[in-house]
């Protein structure tokens, strides 16, 4: 007999209700604060139903980019337009939105841990492991678990599974979208690579204006559409396609270096 009201994978409700409570209210200030995050189409998420809703977006850090989501998302369902002024709304937060994250980077320290368990859905990656490339068959359990989170309410996803702009769609994220026929909302973010490090726990700058646009659902036609053509659909809907790139790919670390010479011209030019 269960003693407390628990989700799909065991985690009791009571406690993740507290420590969303907790975080939401330590994070607010990354957001409504010593940084500013301007958000377009939260309407949107009013219109959803409470189940089967999957949320594609780029990825830009590990862990600031889902809490902005679950501030947004929760901001939104309280009634707020396309803000989180006053943090209340996190005192009774939805509490069955998970978000899909690597389960080594959810096991490396205690903080992940904390964070997991408010609603990650973590996963072996089958390209990478501990910074080396790797190639391993995907865990059929992975993939239930994300469909059981789907059946359960609102998942998000980063598709490319890695923080550095313009690489791939995962195709596995296609065929969950096949299998599972979701509602798709794809969601742009911007500028939070510029104020945190690379797990998103670090400040590295104030002052810096983030950005996350949340579109219409997409069109995807779940019996006829190939997993190509939803791959190609998603690289556009969330911005990542190769005709959105200006200029040629370069390494992360090029593109950290390029988007802090334009913070100095800013600066200059602001002065």
Do not use: C
């Amino acid at each position: 007999m269960k003693l407390f009201k628990q989700d799909p994978f065991g985690n009791a409700l009571f406690l993740k209700k507290f420590l969303i409570r907790v975080l939401g209210a330590i994070s607010h200030g990354r957001y409504q604060g010593f940084n500013k995050l301007e958000i377009e189409g939260s309407e949107i998420l009013r219109k959803l139903p409470e189940r089967n809703v999957l949320f594609v977006s780029n990825h830009q850090t590990y862990f600031a980019d889902v809490a902005a989501m679950l501030h947004v998302f929760n901001a939104s369902l309280s009634g707020r337009e396309d803000s989180i002024k006053n943090v209340g709304y996190i005192w009774q937060p939805k509490l069955n939105i998970y978000y899909v994250a690597a389960l080594e980077t959810m096991k490396s320290g205690i903080l992940p841990k904390i964070f997991a368990y408010t609603g990650s859905i973590s996963i072996e990656r089958t390209w990478r492991s501990k910074g080396k490339d790797v190639k391993r068959q995907v865990k059929m359990s992975d993939i239930s678990n994300i469909e059981k989170a789907l059946k359960d309410g609102w998942v998000i996803t980063f598709p490319q599974g890695t923080t550095t702009p313009f690489k791939p769609i995962r195709r596995g994220t296609a065929f969950i979208i096949k299998e599972a026929k979701p509602i798709v909302i794809p969601i742009v973010i911007d500028g939070f690579r510029r104020a945190y490090d690379k797990t998103g726990l670090q400040l590295k700058k104030r002052n810096i204006l983030q950005s996350m646009v949340i579109k219409p659902p997409m069109d995807i036609d779940y019996e006829n559409d190939s997993i190509a053509d939803i791959v190609t659909k998603l690289e556009y809907a969330i911005e990542q396609h190769p005709s959105f790139l200006k200029v040629l790919p370069v390494p992360e670390e090029e593109y950290v270096k390029h988007e802090a010479a334009l913070d100095k011209k800013r600066k200059f030019w602001d002065y």
